[in-house]
């Protein structure tokens, strides 16, 4: 069964560190998309991608979040300088379709545990 | 601004009773929900999913009901066994999805 998969599983990185997390999403999907989950919260919408553009992001996105799309595979979320508050689990996502009329089943990945020091 | 609340926060039940645990979200125009589960430290397991237009849907021992218009959706466990121990998370899909604060559940046995 085709599944999301990311890597690394686990990364520790100092604060002020540049670190990329990686994704492969389903093949045929067209929607991807990057979640966080700080220890004990709620699931949080980071951003959204269809079509090698972002579609929308949230307020956590700000200017040390990147994604990108860099081969036909591939999906990135580069954080440029790590802070401690951006310790989490980030979880990769994608669908085939989204919105009218009918939405599609999002598959995640196992998620990328990503602790500052 | 959609907002997705479950409850209870937790609950804890001797192995064999059937359980509900309640998603409530405050906008209906939603395209589909989701009900996740996610062990301790682990990634997001999808159950069920259910369209806007469906009123429920059965996986095994699961039941997921959806009632668009009062913004409620209940998921059934039937005859719980340990291994159902984890925490469950209801998502609703609107230009994105938007998680609740799910439902931790522990059965013991």
């Known amino acids: 069964e085709p599944e999301v998969t990311q890597t690394p599983s686990h990364q520790v990185t100092q604060m002020g560190q540049e670190v990329i997390l990686r994704c492969v999403p389903i093949?045929?999907?067209?929607?991807f998309y990057w979640y966080r989950q700080i220890l004990g919260q709620k699931v949080e919408f980071l951003v959204s991608?269809?079509?090698?553009?972002?579609?929308?992001k949230s307020e956590i996105f700000d200017d040390q979040f990147s994604v990108e799309r860099p081969d036909g595979s591939n999906f990135t979320l580069k954080i440029r300088s790590t802070k401690l508050e951006d310790s989490a689990m980030y979880f990769c996502?994608?669908?085939?379709?989204?919105?009218?009329?009918?939405?599609?089943?999002?598959?995640f990945g196992q998620g990328t545990r990503l602790t500052v020091v | 601004k959609q907002e997705v609340t479950q409850i209870p926060a937790a609950l804890s039940v001797p192995e064999g009773e059937n359980l509900v645990l309640n998603c409530s979200f405050t906008?209906?125009?939603?395209?589909?929900l989701q009900w996740f589960r996610q062990d301790p430290g682990k990634g997001l397991t999808s159950l069920l999913l259910?369209?806007?237009?469906?009123r429920e849907q059965t996986s095994g021992r699961l039941n997921a009901s959806l009632d668009k218009s009062s913004g409620r959706s209940t998921l059934y466990i039937a005859a719980s066994q340990p291994g159902d121990s984890a925490t469950y998370l209801c998502?609703?899909?609107?230009?994105?999805?938007?998680f609740g604060t799910g439902t931790r559940l522990q059965v013991f046995p």
């Open positions: 996502a994608s669908s085939l379709e989204q919105g009218f009329p009918l939405g599609a089943e999002a598959f």
């Open positions: 093949s045929n999907h067209l929607y």
């Open positions: 991608f269809y079509n090698n553009e972002i579609s929308e």
């Open positions: 906008d209906s125009a939603i395209y589909n």
């Open positions: 259910i369209q806007s237009s469906q």
């Open positions: 998502a609703v899909l609107t230009d994105k999805l938007i």
